[in-house]
């Protein structure tokens, strides 16, 4: 029997493929990024599928992923301490068959403790499209599609008996930034809570607490005050740096120096949320004497009963931390203190400290809710027109990369 056989396509020269792979780059470069960067992440692949070693193809999803995958998911997910808390609050709270809805997938993480832990079904939902497509692998590497589904959209848009069947036992979130707040957790969860959940609907985290104190650190003043630089003097510019978001590296290096005991300033029921403005007081006292540099402000978060996580001054793990610092050190003695006024709305704090006859040092954190600032998100903008940068574990202002300092 003759055997006829089938000539095998001569292979692709490297200098076409790099040809071919430039192609694809150049339509990377004028995609629209209003689809999250699902398209320009495709093109993208097709050129280093072509040209793994595309310099600009690298640089280009490199960008890509920076701009929409805000750096500090990976310390989180490496948080051992954080992991393990939300894995025994799951395991505790979560029932053999509960819905159970999980509000900012990631990784997936979370959502495969519940599914671990016995729930029914879980739903995550995760707005950002690259991140919700990578979750959806993760989930099937693990075996649990067929028992998890990523919904690609924000949890406010989410329709029962469209994309749930039922509303939820059981809601899991970790959305919390260095203050609780500036991932727009109250409003995300008061909606949860009302419309999403089941009358009497298990919520992890339960609640949240804010805590003040004084704390000593010339290095943190240092780095974010520095008086002079080559004999120049640079105390004008000081106004500019009121809130000191600090960096878990930083954090290590500054030593910051409890002067007193932490005082409470507010706190939150995640299990009934509510996104009224606040106002409190308090008298941050100094037990230690020294130079108070600035007013640590840190939370203390309880998963369920006796789990507990906290960014206070002798914590570990990814979280940053954030500081509102003195418009001058004052020197303290014991028996001394500072009244401090803090306000709150649904997104930002502010901190006000306060002295006998002078106007108060006063500090403001604004951090919008990525939900709030969708329309300003860099989607709209081509890849091209997007600034170099990367997204460091310290909070900012940013549609995709929510102060957390690091989530």
Avoid at 391 to 399: L, V
Wanted: aromatic share 6%; hydrophobic share 45%; glycine share 8%.
């Amino acid at each position: 029997m003759l055997k006829i056989q089938t000539p095998t396509p001569a292979p692709r020269s490297s200098q076409t493929a790099r040809a071919d792979a430039g192609t694809f780059v150049q339509l990377a470069k004028t995609a629209s990024l209003a689809d999250g960067g699902v398209q320009t992440s495709q093109l993208l692949a097709e050129a280093l599928q072509l040209d793994a070693h595309h310099h600009e193809a690298q640089i280009l999803q490199e960008r890509l992923h920076q701009t929409f995958v805000p750096r500090w998911h990976f310390p989180m997910l490496a948080d051992q301490a954080r992991n393990r808390a939300y894995a025994e609050a799951i395991a505790m709270k979560v029932r053999p068959g509960d819905i159970v809805l999980d509000i900012g997938c990631g990784a997936g993480l979370t959502a495969m403790l519940a599914a671990r832990a016995g729930a029914k079904h879980v739903y995550t939902c995760e707005q950002q499209p690259l991140i919700a497509a990578a979750a959806t692998q993760v989930i099937a590497d693990n075996g649990l599609s067929d028992r998890i589904t990523v919904l690609s959209k924000w949890s406010h848009e989410i329709v029962i008996g469209v994309d749930m069947p039922e509303q939820a036992d059981v809601v899991v979130s970790e959305i919390v930034d260095t203050v609780l707040l500036g991932e727009g957790a109250l409003d995300t969860l008061s909606h949860a809570m009302a419309v999403l959940a089941k009358p009497g609907a298990r919520a992890i985290p339960e609640t949240g607490t804010l805590v003040a104190q004084l704390v000593e650190s010339e290095a943190l003043l240092q780095q974010w005050r520095p008086q002079t630089a080559e004999g120049f003097d640079l105390s004008s510019f000081h106004h500019l740096a009121r809130v000191a978001q600090i960096t878990p590296g930083d954090f290590a290096a500054c030593g910051l120096r409890p002067l007193g005991p932490g005082a409470d300033l507010f706190q939150f029921d995640f299990t009934r949320p509510d996104v009224a403005p606040a106002r409190s007081s308090a008298r941050l006292g100094c037990t230690h004497g020294g130079v108070a540099h600035a007013v640590f402000v840190s939370f203390e978060m309880q998963l369920a009963p006796g789990i507990a996580l906290t960014n206070g001054l002798t914590s570990d793990g990814h979280w940053g931390r954030t500081a509102f610092l003195l418009d001058a050190p004052r020197r303290l003695s014991p028996g001394d203190d500072l009244q401090v006024t803090a306000q709150h709305d649904a997104a930002a704090l502010s901190v006000s400290v306060h002295a006998a006859g002078t106007a108060a040092d006063r500090a403001q954190v604004w951090l919008e809710p990525a939900w709030r600032l969708e329309a300003e998100a860099p989607e709209a903008t081509p890849l091209a027109a997007l600034d170099y940068r990367v997204w460091t574990p310290t909070p900012g202002p940013s549609a995709e990369a929510p102060v957390r300092a690091c989530s």
